[in-house]
């Protein structure tokens, strides 16, 4: 299926349809210009009176001058950190970004905080884009992946708030799209993952489902790695306060909704924001996770072609968390490719681009009005492939799971 794509793209010409061009020519303009003016009118990065806005990137940073100063242990300290915060902006502001990312991820922000924050801020969003861009060219090869990439308005969010969006969509698109070819490569991608965790709660199960045994093992080398480097770098305690920040993490997000609910994208977030208590929305969204590995996993149990797979695995793994914000949903640009990529062996692509434009739509709505309209766009995402999937006859083997070629081995006579 890949090589007949290929063919497709490069022997048969692969251009954008007319009508999708422009608005994606459109959409890139807009964004551009949606930037220049916020950060002219001091609304991005820098505000009029030349100090600092407090985004998310800010406890990055802060975390990072943590680091240098010696003190790492204490970025996981919501009291220390928010004063840090504050000194990095020049001002107080209220609320706070807590700092609960891994210890190996503050190698990454010792870096960052090493630059001026503004510079940071740049440098960060430089330095993740291209990874993103090239793992949709990976997927579409051809140059309209770039404008496909650039027009996508699920990258509005991560780069309003210079947040890990495109490092995400690169870790997990590069990772399925390197893992029959170079599994190595993609467990190492994996592992990497594992700095937002919440993201890879199904990979084990497909993995194991598909029996990629050397990709299963490269990443649980490449996060015992991370850890044994973060436990080296800032001694085994960073590991202690790591584990003691996550339940007051869990408790201010979760519980609390202090990161408002609204701008939470997953079942959980909908079921609080609807009044919801914190036993129903555990109990709607610990069902709903069980259905979407059930769903996930017997795609992959099939035959259905490998950008379907890698499509349904993309898209369950942002519905399987309850802690999704919009600038994560960046990484939703990663199964739209795959299932571009699944159109071109159908001669399918204009009409599935125009199927694709109402998440586009529910994405660009985000901006007015805040809600769970990023859970929305994916779970039509996934209508999307269970509609392909289902077209392509769900080439299923007799059994969809592994004891399914199970043969008890008879007795020599």
């Known amino acids: 299926m890949r090589a007949i794509a290929d063919a497709?793209?490069?022997?048969r010409g692969f251009d954008l349809p007319r009508a999708i061009e422009l608005p994606c020519v459109a959409l890139c303009v807009a964004q551009l210009t949606f930037f220049a003016v916020s950060y002219l009118q001091g609304y991005w990065l820098v505000q009029p009176d030349g100090t600092l806005v407090a985004n998310d990137f800010v406890n990055v940073w802060a975390a990072g001058q943590q680091?240098?100063?010696?003190?790492?242990?204490?970025?996981?300290?919501p009291k220390l950190h928010k004063l840090v915060e504050d000194a990095a902006v020049g001002h107080h502001f209220a609320g706070e970004y807590p700092w609960?990312?891994?210890?190996?991820?503050l190698l990454v922000a010792a870096a960052l905080g090493a630059l001026p924050?503004?510079?940071a801020n740049f440098t960060f969003l430089l330095l993740t884009f291209p990874l993103y861009i090239a793992?949709?060219?990976g997927n579409i090869p051809h140059r309209a992946a770039l404008l496909f990439a650039c027009a996508f308005p699920g990258i509005v969010a991560n780069v309003g708030a210079v947040q890990n969006g495109f490092l995400s969509a690169a870790l997990i698109g590069g990772a399925l799209m390197l893992l029959e070819r170079r599994p190595v490569l993609a467990g190492i991608l994996i592992g990497c993952l594992t700095f937002k965790p919440h993201l890879g709660l199904?990979?084990?199960l497909v993995l194991i489902i598909g029996g990629h045994w050397r990709v299963i093992g490269t990443a649980a080398a490449t996060t015992i790695a991370l850890a044994l480097v973060a436990c080296v770098a800032f001694g085994p305690d960073i590991w202690l306060a790591f584990v003691h920040a996550l339940p007051a993490t869990s408790q201010a997000a979760l519980t609390e909704g202090r990161a408002d609910f609204a701008k939470l994208q997953s079942l959980y977030a909908v079921v609080r924001m609807l009044g919801g208590s914190e036993h129903l929305g555990w109990t709607l969204h610990g069902i709903f996770v069980v259905l979407i590995a059930v769903a996930v996993g017997t795609v992959w149990r099939s035959r259905a072609a490998y950008e379907l797979k890698a499509a349904a695995l993309s898209t369950?793994?942002?519905l399987a968390t309850p802690y999704l914000f919009m600038y994560d949903l960046a990484a939703l640009a990663v199964p739209l490719a795959f299932l571009i990529r699944a159109s071109l062996a159908t001669d399918d692509l204009p009409r599935e681009l125009l199927r694709i434009i109402p998440v586009c739509v529910l994405l660009v709505v985000f901006l007015a009005m805040k809600s769970p309209v990023g859970f929305a766009a994916t779970l039509l995402v996934a209508g999307l492939i269970a509609r392909r999937i289902a077209l392509s006859g769900f080439p299923s083997p007799a059994l969809c799971w592994p004891w399914a070629h199970y043969r008890p081995s008879l007795p020599r006579s």
């Not at 497709?8 to 022997?11: E, F, I, S, T």
Request: aromatic share 12%; hydrophobic share 50%.
């Open 8 to 11: 497709a793209l490069r022997n």
């Open 67 to 77: 680091v240098l100063h010696g003190h790492a242990a204490e970025a996981y300290d």
């Open 100 to 105: 609960n990312y891994p210890p190996a991820f």
């Open 117 to 119: 924050l503004l510079a």
């Open 135 to 137: 793992t949709l060219r």
């Open 202 to 204: 199904l990979f084990p």
């Open 316 to 318: 369950g793994a942002l």
